[in-house]
């Protein structure tokens, strides 16, 4: 029976998450349980793409990433695929409905990883838009649960949540992304003299897309309203961190929250948001 398959397939992308990051996989058990196994569905199939451009490197990766792309539409055309992540995602996507158009955007800026090492103002928005923001999207997709209104209403927010935390992503792995990956994200900033003003010029950015993303969150439904909450303490607190810290030192070590800090964010979050304080 393809029930058991599937099952197979909902737990693997669990699996995933939890691998690959506390942090989001701490936020999706704050959600509603019964769209736990959709939220996994759509960051396993993220994150298989990420790791293809990002660890790969032994591989062909333009050649995996094609394969990964032919294989994703032909999931979602057949209603599954011999790849548990794959088919958990086409389950996500045929029952939500989520648009096409996201997830080509999403492709495509795993694709332009593959060559692009430096960004311009406009090739660093459409990175943004296809790594981050249409992830946010398509997560919104599961949380309005198809009311379309909602969606509307609530995308520019969930657009700049997604911006926010892929921001804070570059920011703390700044010195990574260009010694291993050979790639730096953050327009009209020279890597080899980063300063405080290119530092602080970026966190303002930054506190903007958190301050538009928190009004889209306070308007989401129960079911999802705190799991992504705590995603966005989380982040906002790693957030923090990084702007406590010198720009030689964001140059020379990677920023992170340690899991007992987690914990009590989490218990902090818990409280507020039982007491209507979000």
Not at 5 to 26: G, I, N, P
Not at 65 to 92: A, H, M, Y
Not at 176 to 199: C, E, I, N, W
């Amino acid at each position: 029976m393809k029930q058991l398959f599937d099952k197979v397939s909902a737990r693997t992308s669990k699996v995933v998450t939890r691998t690959y990051s506390t942090s989001f996989s701490l936020g999706i058990f704050c959600l509603d349980k019964k769209i736990h196994e959709a939220i996994y569905g759509i960051y396993g199939f993220v994150r298989l793409a990420d790791e293809i451009v990002d660890s790969f490197h032994e591989y062909d990766k333009k050649a995996l990433l094609e394969e990964l792309k032919k294989d994703t539409w032909l999931s979602i055309e057949r209603g599954i695929s011999l790849n548990p992540v794959l088919n958990s995602f086409q389950q996500v996507v045929n029952h939500y409905k989520i648009e096409h158009d996201l997830i080509t955007c999403f492709l495509n800026s795993m694709e332009a990883d593959l060559t692009q090492q430096f960004h311009d103002r406009e090739s660093f928005n459409t990175y943004i838009l296809g790594s981050a923001e249409v992830v946010g999207l398509m997560c919104l997709h599961v949380f309005t649960e198809n009311n379309k209104a909602l969606y509307r209403h609530l995308k520019p927010s969930a657009m700049r949540l997604g911006a926010a935390f892929q921001k804070v992503n570059f920011l703390r792995d700044m010195r990574a992304d260009l010694l291993h990956l050979g790639r730096a994200y953050f327009p009209d900033v020279d890597m080899t003299r980063f300063s405080q003003f290119d530092k602080l010029r970026i966190e303002a950015e930054i506190e903007e897309d958190f301050k538009e993303a928190l009004k889209g969150i306070k308007q989401l439904p129960r079911s999802s309203k705190f799991g992504v909450y705590v995603a966005y303490v989380y982040y906002y607190s790693l957030f923090r961190k990084i702007k406590e810290t010198s720009h030689s030192h964001i140059m020379s070590a990677r920023i992170r929250i340690s899991n007992p800090r987690k914990l009590g964010l989490l218990a902090t979050t818990y409280l507020r948001h039982n007491m209507n304080l979000l």
